[in-house]
């Protein structure tokens, strides 16, 4: 009996976060008619391409896949390298102010970015960085939480030993940033560019305050495709298919390894 | 199909990305070069400052500056010329639209943690060594992968409707009229209409608490597990007195996490209704004085009581910070 309750709730929680997937898979690949049919379609059919390329002709969304990649694609770059930097600084050199700046550190990591957006936005159009990826990429750089994930990764993998042989040997801190604590830093320092990717890929306040329709990132373009005045339900959510996509390969591919970093920086939110 | 992808069109934008990778390996290129220069015997302060330059520097440029000018900017009038002293926080607190936003931030801010916490904890609890347990937290995982935007998006489908007698195309709306219901307008009758909403957002973040808390129910020592099952604890006891002390910490994260994450709600919010029918939030009525209004200095005051609300967050994490130290 007790067997039987659980199966049921597994089946049931397992259909609540399947079945809308699925299902919206199954309408963006038919035809607006079949939406209305009685029973509703439950396969997919066979137009999906065709709604695909209606997609591409409403927005321009081969422009907004390209600007995702390229914006999501430098910012997990550059946070990699500059949180690496800074977490080796954090965690394996003592120096003055070293504590006092670790918690403003993260104290920052908490702070909503709204707080930050409507000066941003000015300063944007002063430099006249409205509109273009300049004003996805520099602002996102580096965050607070890469510099945090990778101190907590650096201070515990990186043994303090070797970096005391490297000294006494007297190798510059090049060559034991590049030598050692590159190394040993590789494999959070993915996990931390894959979560960087995803969330700047899925990021859409700010690009909808600083683009505009005409050059947008994938999430802008999907909510233009959703607001349009006749709600043409296949359109979006062909949009969505393609547009979610690359995420769910990589999270087909990465699963473990994207759950184990999403517990660690649990604290991100 | 018009793939009009004409690479020609699109050339300025790899020169940008082209200037920006210079610009990047520039910057590298100086920082290493600097460590070069510099053995590791020397003063690590220096060493430190070099390190930590790239980070602090954006840092500061890109969040810590504008947060102070966003202080200053809820002081000024909407054009951000005058000073007006508090009248921004009056004017939050005095429309009568306010009461709205605030209410259904607070519901957000309550409900999603702890439906996403007790479904979280139930489903954790029951797939625990049962033989579909890896599928079954893949499943629940999925909705993960999908932008707020995207969820967004599909659910407004779910939720669809057409004139009573036309044919329903949404889902929601076809399995009520299958049951012989009547269908309903599920995003327009306030306040109902928010908590369907928040149902988007469970869906999206059960994944995450499920996988956060099984976790955590894996990491209960054995040993314990096993002298409350000799002393006879039935799975009710053994739920209340083992599992749930056990994992506290745990639910306490997840909890935090949502709440501090629901306080910046936009995406759903925006994509779904875009915060009419009485469903706005604190940071789409932000986004609406602020970028569609020009009234820049009441966007600002809103975001510094975003902030205000989220300070409590801050000082908890420091402070359990110092606690691990």
């Known amino acids: ?269 | 199909m018009d793939l009009d992808f004409d690479l020609s069109a699109e050339s300025p934008k790899f020169v940008q990305l082209a200037i920006g990778v210079v610009a990047f390996l520039a910057v590298v290129g100086l920082v290493l070069l600097l460590l070069d220069r510099t053995p590791m015997r020397q003063r690590a302060r220096l060493h430190a400052t070099i390190l930590l330059a790239p980070a602090v520097t954006l840092l500061t440029i890109g969040l810590i500056v504008p947060a102070v000018r966003t202080t200053l900017l809820s002081f000024m009038s909407g054009d951000g010329t005058d000073f007006v002293g508090l009248a921004n926080y009056a004017w939050m607190f005095t429309q009568p639209e306010a009461v709205t936003v605030l209410r259904n931030t607070l519901a957000w801010v309550v409900l999603v943690p702890l439906l996403v916490t007790a479904i979280g904890l139930v489903y954790a609890v029951i797939v625990d060594h049962s033989r579909f347990e890896s599928l079954a937290k893949t499943l629940v995982f999925l909705p993960m992968a999908i932008s707020f935007v995207g969820a967004g998006i599909i659910w407004k489908f779910v939720y669809a409707y057409r004139p009573e007698g036309a044919d329903q195309i949404g889902l929601l709306n076809q399995v009520v009229v299958w049951f012989g219901g009547e269908p309903r307008q599920w995003l327009l009758d306030s306040p109902l209409n928010t908590l369907f909403l928040i149902v988007v957002m469970v869906w999206i973040q059960a994944g995450f608490a499920t996988v956060v808390l099984s976790a955590a129910i894996k990491s209960i020592p054995s040993d314990i597990v096993e002298a409350a099952k000799l002393d006879g604890a039935g799975p009710a006891q053994m739920f209340f007195r083992v599992t749930l002390p056990s994992i506290r910490p745990a639910i306490i994260v997840v909890l935090v996490t949502q709440s501090f994450g629901m306080l910046k709600l936009f995406d759903i919010v925006r994509t779904m209704t875009g915060g009419q029918f009485d469903t706005s939030v604190l940071a789409n009525e932000m986004y609406n004085q602020a970028f569609r209004y020009g009234e820049t200095g009441r966007g600002a005051a809103l975001a510094v009581f975003l902030f205000v609300l989220v300070t409590p967050v801050v000082v908890y994490q420091l402070r359990t910070r110092r606690a691990v130290r």
């Open chain 1, 1 to 269: 009996m007790r067997r039987r309750l659980s199966y049921l709730t597994l089946l049931a929680v397992a259909f609540f976060s399947i079945f809308p997937l699925y299902y919206s898979v199954v309408v963006a690949s038919r035809h607006n008619s079949a939406l209305a049919e009685v029973p509703p379609p439950l396969l997919p059919g066979g137009n999906f391409f065709a709604n695909v390329a209606r997609v591409f002709d409403t927005v321009p969304f081969a422009m907004a896949l390209l600007n995702s990649f390229l914006v999501a694609g430098s910012i997990a770059v550059a946070v990699m390298f500059f949180s690496t930097l800074a977490g080796f600084a954090f965690a394996k050199l003592s120096f003055r102010g070293k504590n006092i700046l670790l918690l403003i550190t993260v104290a920052t990591m908490m702070v909503p970015a709204q707080l930050g957006i409507i000066p941003l936005y000015m300063l944007m159009v002063k430099i006249e960085w409205t509109g273009s990826m300049y004003a996805l990429v520099v602002p996102a750089l580096v965050n607070a939480f890469g510099v945090f994930f990778m101190t907590q990764y650096l201070s515990r993998a990186l043994p303090t030993e070797l970096l005391e042989a490297g000294r006494v040997d007297g190798a510059t801190t090049w060559r034991l940033f590049w030598h050692v604590v590159l190394p040993t830093a590789r494999p959070a320092a993915a996990v931390l560019g894959m979560l960087t990717f995803m969330s700047a890929w899925n990021d859409y306040f700010w690009p909808l305050v600083v683009l505009t329709p005409e050059n947008p990132t994938v999430q802008v373009a999907l909510s233009t495709l959703a607001s349009g005045y006749v709600n043409d339900y296949v359109l979006g959510l062909a949009g969505t298919a393609v547009g979610t996509l690359p995420l769910i390969l990589v999270f087909i591919l990465l699963g473990k390894q994207i759950i184990g970093g999403i517990m660690q920086g649990a604290v991100k939110g």
